[in-house]
């Protein structure tokens, strides 16, 4: 890898890199089969990412017709990967064991090691014999959704592919690592004015935060529309606030401190919820939900903007779904990704019909929207959220920095990248856009 991390740094030629060998194993982080029962009788919030991700070489697998190998330059810590590495809610080797059963290329990913990562940005070094539109040389960010497309199920909205899956989460081969492989349309032009660890922070965030407020699959967020965003400094709050704005909507943010709150004001949220500080107890104890706490919420979202929102972009989960089913505004939408604090939710379904509210199921991207969120930050018009930036070998510490909600926006991992701050190729263009816009979250971590 070291030879063709000195070529890309020559710039040497997409032709020069293709004649490059692609050497047999490279350094990847991965989580081991063997050990997935090592936290028996522990508390998930005790569980250690540095315990069982792994970085050490792993052997390269053969390249499919329609998939090229990326060097990868950066890559970024998602939620995803503290679910790999904690092993809750399950192991992601039954996810390999599928896949294997799949193909005879499918096959390759059933190992006994799980690479993992969903992000990426980087130098395409190869392509399949099947690949058309990009070649050796091209600088690529990642989105990760896998897709095989010659089933009939992902031609409509591809999200809704009977075998759609998450890259380096529900494939091998994952983003944190010095070399990935992934499928052609997977691809997308890298923004010319970031970083590279800028660049490979944003694809999966972003693309999930598109999809729930822009996409008509999803929130269709119209002008005008009052937006709850919870976790709004998080990964994909921290874009969907953006969207909010660009969009012409109103965004109320919550976070859970004065730092944080601080921040998403200078993001442009004008509208900041104290989570913490206001000691919401939406759960009176285990079993019981507090209605009053609903309320409490909801008269300080009036307060702040004088109505209910119209969209509620929920992820939490368990601890928030009952109040964020209550603060929607009537005919409102609840447009839910995910469930970090647990996902048997419980929520009073008489405010949900009584007042026409919808729950709105949400995951990733297609490839569409992915494209064109991305189109949005090479245009300057969404900014990355890069908060944090560790070397591969402290991709332990990155991801339990995410798992105990210490890390604001989005945690660069650099991989061949030797240090921070390379791969800018149009400084005018960042200039343009501002390196104050572009660098505030790092700024703050
Ligand atoms: N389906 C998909 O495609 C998809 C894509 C991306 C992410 N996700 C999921 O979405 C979730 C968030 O991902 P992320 O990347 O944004 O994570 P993140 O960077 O850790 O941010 C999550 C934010 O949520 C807030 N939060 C955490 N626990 C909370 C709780 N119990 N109640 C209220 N707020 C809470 C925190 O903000 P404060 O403490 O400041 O309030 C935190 O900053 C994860 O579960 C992830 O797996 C799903």
């Not at 799980?114 to 392509?127: E, F, L, N, P, T």
């Not at 992820?315 to 996902?343: E, I, L, Q």
Request: net charge negative; glycine share 10%.
């Amino acid at each position: 890898m070291q030879q063709i991390l000195e070529a890309i740094q020559a710039g040497a030629s997409g032709d020069d890199l293709a004649n490059l060998p692609v050497p047999e194993s490279y350094r990847a982080a991965f989580v081991k089969a063997d050990e997935v029962d090592m936290w028996e009788g522990v508390e998930s919030a005790d569980k250690d990412p540095r315990k069982s991700l792994h970085v050490d070489e792993v052997a390269t697998p053969e390249l499919a017709p329609d998939e090229v190998y990326v060097a990868q330059m950066a890559s970024a810590i998602n939620f995803n990967t503290v679910w790999t590495s904690i092993f809750e809610p399950l192991p992601t080797f039954g996810f390999l064991k599928r896949l294997g059963k799949e193909s005879t290329w499918g096959a390759r990913h059933d190992l006994p090691y799980h690479v993992v990562g969903s992000d990426g940005a980087g130098v395409i070094v190869k392509v399949g014999s099947a690949v058309r539109n990009w070649k050796p040389g091209d600088k690529v960010t990642i989105h990760c959704n896998h897709v095989d497309d010659q089933d009939p199920t992902a031609h409509d909205d591809s999200m809704l592919a009977a075998n759609q899956r998450i890259w380096g989460f529900e494939t091998n081969f994952g983003g944190l690592a010095d070399l990935t492989v992934v499928k052609a349309n997977q691809l997308m032009p890298k923004p010319t004015h970031l970083t590279w660890e800028e660049a490979a922070c944003n694809a999966l965030c972003n693309s999930t935060a598109y999809r729930m407020i822009v996409s008509q699959h999803a929130g269709a967020m119209k002008q005008g529309d009052a937006v709850l965003i919870w976790g709004a400094t998080g990964g994909i709050g921290g874009y969907a606030t953006q969207y909010v704005l660009n969009g012409g909507g109103t965004p109320v943010g919550v976070v859970s401190s004065p730092e944080r709150a601080e921040l998403l004001h200078a993001l442009g949220c004008e509208h900041v919820i104290d989570r913490k500080a206001n000691g919401y107890q939406f759960w009176a104890d285990e079993h019981t939900q507090d209605e009053k706490e609903w309320r409490r919420l909801g008269k300080d979202v009036r307060a702040l903007i004088g109505r209910d929102p119209e969209i509620v972009f929920e992820h939490p989960g368990r601890s928030t779904m009952g109040a964020s089913v209550f603060v929607a505004a009537r005919g409102g939408k609840v447009v839910t990704c995910a469930a970090t604090s647990g996902y048997m939710i419980e929520y009073d379904n008489r405010h949900l019909w009584m007042k026409l509210k919808s729950i709105v199921s949400s995951h990733f991207a297609n490839y569409r929207e992915a494209w064109a969120a991305n189109q949005l930050i090479a245009d300057g018009k969404v900014q990355p959220l890069l908060s944090r930036v560790y070397p591969l070998t402290e991709v332990g510490d990155a991801t339990l920095a995410v798992h105990r909600n210490e890390t604001e926006g989005k945690v660069g991992v650099l991989c061949l990248a030797p240090e921070e701050g390379l791969g800018i190729d149009d400084p005018a263009k960042r200039e343009a856009i501002g390196e104050d816009k572009i660098t505030l979250f790092r700024r703050a971590g």
